[in-house]
């Protein structure tokens, strides 16, 4: 590969026969090594800034459990339940896109692609039906914000409406943030299939693939940790 | 060049490659983008030393006559806010650090090249955001912005102001993580853990810093700016919300970030103490993971900002011991580099001046950190000048002289030329004097009772402010100073030899100003960092360079 003139492509030499090799690593191993510690990094800041909204979370819920509880009611969690099945089911399908992609199995990995992405979208639709509830109970935190429930196991006691803002504030800040990264997630994959397409991975390079794949699953977990903190507070009647 | 020079043709190096706009805007080179950082962080100093100046020139007299209050707040937020995320953070990492990670490590560039010229972008952007938001109205709430002020009172430009910061907190991230998987991942062959230069230690120390610390501030800064746009309740009281749980949040980020500032320099400042003593760092495995420690114990000591704010005496108790421990990795260092100068052959060039420099005010800093870390004396001085003397003890006559050694140190290899020694002396002298003379009457006006953040004062602290502003002068002349001479020797400065200093570390070995890939042949390291008994002895192990 000759010197490109664009100062954006790097010129590769010595490994002329890998086009996949970037110009500053000696082996295609240490350049996968590199991507993939990058990409373990770069999960542990997203740990952190998921981090400061769990230990909010963890605070107001001790503060103010009631409330927590009386608000966790009044979500969907058959709804809740049904999006944790779709985001398993799409972490399978990114692993079985890597599978396809390692052993030559071209129609496998596109279509686990193609699948991911259709998955990724049910997820934010099943989310979105349950954003327009929050705002069809005057549930959205702001100056129409109106709650008026009893405290679970306290039949007597009507929860604080400003507590339950607090919980509602950090439902739509949380989950609003793992939307976001799965909207950014659907986005990286659509760009992995036009890759896949184009017959850019060969069982010999697929790093792409696999490092997506690691976002995919780490936004997964996220939610795998919401759904009981946000849904499963309390739910006995 | 109209004229053609009558000397030899000029070797081709990273600067000289190619040239135009675009060929920088666009570049991917490590060394190139160390260098547009470089235009960058100089050109915010500036900025926030602009605001810092308006502050002394106001403090110069008891009554508020050159500024009103509003305008007052604003200065001094502003002056924080740049020096601290546009100047202090990204200084020493996104400049020494990104040209010599890779040179020291004997790598061709870093892990990632696009990431890293992303991270400047993502810097510009922050940047010109910051500097859009100031110039149309600005922020009155100080650097920390606390809450409930900054979410329910305040009328100034917090979103746009935090904005800005977080986008700048993903160039630092991205720069950090660079370097983490540089340092693992792209060490030349003999390059042991146990070889790697006392500065790669610093940088890496820094990074864990830099991605462990800075999302935690982008998610407060998220929670703020929607609690302010969608009055959300999460910090106001009256809805049930705890201000203080910001301030925990804000601190476990704000207190390392000191760290961020400070542990780059402490690397440079080894550099140069070694190689201006002529010998092998006393102690090298203690000052490596000193700077670890001081990483991971920075992130238990982030509640002593907070002792007066309201938490429980028992918490107080605890950051209170953790804050004394953290200064033990600290003066760890203080006292190898003390040991190191022993009985060394000691050079006075300006690097090194700068590096005394940095041990006299950085002991000074650390020493009356312990002070503000004991609970009885932190409630007499909290919010004085005394805690504002402190601070910059660490980020100015710490983390700037360390940044401005490491910059005369390093100029020869950076630009391929010398800079004028003796002005770079007088230079060295004037900053240690300028900054004396600026900050210590501070400590003394705090521990006598007056308070930072207000702009009028009672008459009988004026001597002391004259003398502060007289100093902030001499200081910026100080720092004028290197900026002109080192203009002048790109242009002026006689041709530097590959290795000026007669330095140990691979940097050295490679052609001034490197060329594009730093090395002609990958270098092979068989030799132990800081062998400058062997390198002064003659026994020489060049790595053959470029020609």
């Known amino acids: 590969m000759p010197d490109s003139s664009t100062a954006l492509q790097t010129p590769t030499h010595g490994h002329a026969d890998d086009p996949a090799l970037l110009h500053h690593f000696a082996e295609p191993e240490q350049q996968r090594n590199a991507a993939s510690l990058g990409m373990w990094i770069f999960l542990a800041t997203e740990v952190m800034f998921f981090g400061g909204l769990f230990c909010a979370y963890l605070i107001y819920r001790l503060k103010y459990f009631g409330e927590f509880a009386a608000a966790s009611q009044t979500l969907n969690w058959q709804l809740g339940t049904t999006n944790t099945a779709v985001l398993i089911c799409s972490s399978l399908t990114v692993v079985l896109a890597i599978y396809g992609a390692q052993r030559s199995k071209r129609a496998l990995m596109i279509g686990s692609l193609v699948l991911t992405i259709i998955l990724g979208f049910a997820f934010l639709g099943i989310k979105a039906d349950e954003y327009a509830e929050k705002f069809e109970k005057h549930h959205v935190p702001g100056p129409s914000f109106q709650f008026a429930e009893k405290i679970p196991g306290h039949p007597d006691q009507m929860a604080d409406p400003n507590h339950a803002q607090i919980y509602f504030s950090l439902y739509f800040v949380m989950t609003g943030l793992h939307a976001l990264h799965m909207i950014i997630g659907i986005g990286l994959f659509v760009w992995l299939l036009v890759a896949a397409v184009k017959r850019r991975f060969t069982p010999h390079y697929y790093t792409p693939l696999e490092m997506g794949g690691l976002y995919w699953h780490f936004v997964d977990i996220v939610w795998i940790y919401l759904f009981p903190l946000l849904y499963l507070i309390d739910l006995r009647k | ?547």
């Open chain 2, 1 to 547: 060049m109209a004229t053609a020079p009558a000397q030899p043709v000029e070797r081709e190096n990273y600067l000289n490659k190619r040239y135009g706009l675009w060929s920088w805007l666009t570049t991917i080179d490590h060394k190139r983008i160390a260098l547009l950082y470089l235009l960058s962080v100089t050109s915010m100093f500036f900025i926030g030393g602009f605001f810092a100046l308006i502050i002394r020139l106001e403090l110069l007299t008891p009554q508020g006559d050159l500024v009103q209050a509003d305008t007052y707040n604003k200065l001094f937020t502003q002056h924080g806010m740049v020096m601290v995320f546009f100047f202090l953070i990204p200084s020493i990492p996104a400049v020494l650090g990104n040209f010599l990670v890779p040179l020291m490590i004997g790598a061709k560039d870093l892990a990632f090249p696009r990431i890293n010229l992303l991270s400047w972008y993502l810097y510009i952007i922050g940047a010109i955001m910051m500097l859009h938001c100031m110039f149309t109205g600005g922020v009155d709430t100080g650097w920390t912005f606390y809450t409930p002020f900054s979410t329910a009172f305040t009328n100034t430009k917090i979103v746009e102001a935090g904005l800005a910061i977080f986008v700048t907190g993903f160039s630092s991230i991205l720069t950090g993580l660079n370097f983490i998987v540089t340092i693992h991942r792209m060490r030349a062959p003999g390059m042991t853990w146990s070889r790697l230069p006392l500065f790669i230690w610093a940088h890496y120390a820094t990074s864990i810093i830099q991605i462990l610390g800075t999302p935690v501030i982008a998610i407060t800064i998220v929670l703020v700016a929607v609690e302010r746009t969608l009055h959300l309740g999460i910090f106001d009281p009256k809805l049930g919300g705890d201000p203080l749980l910001f301030q925990h949040l804000f601190w476990f980020y704000s207190h390392p970030a000191v760290y961020i500032m400070i542990l780059p320099s402490m690397g440079v400042v080894t550099e140069i103490i070694a190689c201006f003593s002529r010998k092998r760092i006393f102690g090298y495995s203690f000052v490596a993971f000193s700077s670890i420690a001081i990483a991971v114990f920075g992130f238990l000591v982030w509640a002593h900002h907070m002792f007066v704010a309201g938490i429980s005496v028992y918490a107080a108790l605890v950051f209170s011991l953790l804050s004394y421990a953290v200064a033990v990795p600290s003066a760890v260092k203080v006292f190898n580099w003390t040991a190191t100068l022993y009985r060394g052959s000691i050079h006075y060039d300006a690097p090194m001046l700068y590096a005394f420099g940095f041990l006299g005010l950085f002991t000074i800093g650390g020493l009356t950190g312990l002070f503000l870390a004991a609970l009885g004396i932190n409630v007499h001085v909290t919010d004085t000048y005394f805690v504002v003397a402190h601070f910059h003890y660490i980020m100015v006559g710490g983390a700037v002289m360390g940044y401005l050694g490491g910059m005369h140190f390093w100029w020869p290899k950076i630009s391929g030329k010398l800079y004028p020694e003796g002005w770079a002396r007088l230079a060295a002298l004037i900053v240690f004097i300028g900054f004396n003379l600026t900050f210590f009457p501070q400590f003394i006006l705090g521990y006598v009772g007056m308070p930072r953040r207000y702009y009028q004062y009672p008459p009988e602290y004026q001597v002391l402010n004259v003398l502060s502003t007289a100093g902030a002068t001499v200081l910026g002349i100080g720092y004028l100073l290197p900026m002109i001479y080192f203009l002048w020797s790109m242009r002026y400065g006689k041709p530097a030899p590959d290795n000026p200093w007669n330095a140990a570390g691979l940097e050295w070995k490679t052609a001034s100003p490197p060329p594009t890939f730093n090395f002609d042949e990958e270098p092979v390291v068989t030799w132990e960092a800081y062998n400058y008994e062997e390198i002064d002895a003659g026994h020489k192990e060049e790595v053959p360079v470029a020609g």
